[in-house]
């Protein structure tokens, strides 16, 4: 194993996250120049998440053994022949696969509570395929005046407040650990933690770090209402 590779539970996690960001984002933010690189004529193709967040449609390997485990070959050649969605579906089960490969390969020298502890914290982010087939989008919590407020009107933060601007989270609300459990970015697909900001999409719902889709809770006190950029791809389309 290279000097360089993750050692620590927390080194091999950080490594886990960044090609788990970047397999989402290529998978969801990112799918149409995802799917078009994907071109059954082409030879064996293989989608790779790499540690600086970046994502990659490349040939296999060429070292014999590869110095780190492939992910799933061919990946392009059952592109036409299903449903999009479901073709999508089957290459973040694959990815899911890849990256619990690659982790554990890093972890091979960690003892039996350090192995417990890295599954533990890579257990608390929803996997790939929750992501793409939505098992893991945010739903809006109920306000407490529901009542004859339209939805453009009243918009609603992760604690369920009405709000006159568009679903932002931030800190100055207390919110309930349990609750929150099931809230992740739609981009990175990070869990929810008060100390970061976040933002809504008033058309999709789903939730986003600020960072994510590159708002500001200043920018987004100017906002009425928030397309986030999956919307507007589509709007685009």
Same mark, same amino acid.
């Given at each position: 194993?290279?000097?360089?590779?993750?050692?620590?539970?927390?080194?091999?996690?950080?490594?886990? &996250?960044?090609?788990?960001?970047?397999?989402?984002?290529?998978?969801?933010?990112?799918?149409?120049?995802?799917?078009?690189?994907?071109?059954?004529?082409?030879?064996?193709?293989?989608?790779?998440?790499?540690?600086?967040?970046?994502?990659?449609?490349?040939?296999?390997?060429?070292?014999?053994?590869?110095?780190?485990?492939?992910?799933?070959?061919?990946?392009?050649?059952?592109?036409?022949?299903?449903?999009?969605?479901?073709?999508?579906?089957?290459?973040?089960?694959?990815?899911?696969?890849?990256?619990?490969?690659?982790?554990?390969?890093?972890?091979?020298?960690? &003892?039996?509570?350090?192995?417990?502890?890295?599954?533990?914290?890579?257990?608390?982010?929803?996997?790939?395929?929750?992501?793409?087939?939505?098992?893991?989008?945010?739903?809006?919590?109920?306000?407490?005046?529901?009542? &004859?407020?339209?939805?453009?009107?009243?918009?609603?933060?992760?604690?369920?407040?009405?709000? &006159?601007?568009?679903?932002?989270?931030?800190?100055?609300?207390?919110?309930?650990?349990?609750?929150?459990?099931?809230?992740?970015?739609?981009?990175?697909?990070?869990?929810?933690?008060?100390?970061?900001?976040?933002?809504?999409?008033?058309?999709?719902?789903?939730?986003?770090?600020?960072?994510?889709?590159?708002?500001?809770?200043?920018?987004?006190?100017?906002?009425?209402?928030?397309?986030?950029?999956?919307?507007?791809?589509?709007?685009?389309?």
């Amino acid at each position: 194993m290279a000097s360089s590779s993750p050692r620590t539970v927390e080194e091999i996690f950080k490594d886990y &996250n960044a090609r788990h960001s970047a397999l989402v984002r290529a998978l969801t933010y990112d799918v149409d120049d995802f799917y078009s690189q994907c071109d059954p004529d082409k030879e064996n193709l293989c989608l790779y998440g790499h540690p600086n967040e970046a994502w990659e449609v490349a040939l296999p390997a060429e070292e014999v053994p590869p110095e780190l485990p492939e992910p799933a070959l061919g990946i392009n050649f059952a592109r036409d022949g299903m449903n999009r969605k479901d073709w999508l579906s089957l290459v973040a089960v694959h990815s899911d696969c890849w990256l619990l490969s690659v982790a554990f390969y890093f972890g091979a020298r960690l &003892n039996r509570n350090e192995r417990k502890r890295l599954f533990s914290m890579i257990n608390d982010l929803p996997t790939i395929f929750e992501v793409v087939t939505g098992r893991k989008q945010v739903k809006d919590k109920p306000t407490v005046e529901s009542g &004859n407020k339209s939805r453009n009107s009243t918009k609603r933060s992760l604690d369920g407040q009405p709000r &006159n601007n568009p679903k932002i989270a931030d800190n100055s609300y207390e919110e309930d650990e349990e609750e929150q459990g099931d809230t992740f970015c739609g981009i990175c697909g990070g869990g929810y933690n008060s100390d970061e900001f976040w933002i809504g999409c008033d058309n999709c719902e789903r939730w986003y770090h600020g960072k994510c889709v590159k708002i500001t809770p200043a920018k987004a006190e100017m906002i009425k209402f928030y397309n986030c950029p999956l919307c507007q791809k589509k709007v685009r389309q």
